[in-house]
């Protein structure tokens, strides 16, 4: 996703996305590990995704 659509998310909404995130980031760690997926760049862009959500939420926070 970009920025743009996690800006208009709602706190509630962010955390709440960022807690699928990061069980699909642990989905896809051992299913790269057991060679299920074939594809390694969703990983980093779960990753990313993770990244820009934790910095909305930090930026809230903050202010």
Not at 14 to 30: C, I, M, P, S
Not at 39 to 62: C, W, Y
């Amino acid at each position: 996703m970009k920025i743009k659509e996690f800006q208009t998310m709602s706190q509630g909404e962010l955390e709440k996305n960022l807690a699928t995130l990061r069980e699909q980031v642990r989905d896809l760690a051992f299913k790269l590990h057991s060679r299920e997926v074939k594809n390694t760049h969703t990983l980093k862009v779960v990753k990313r995704d993770i990244a820009r959500i934790l910095t909305l939420i930090n930026k809230e926070r903050s202010e």
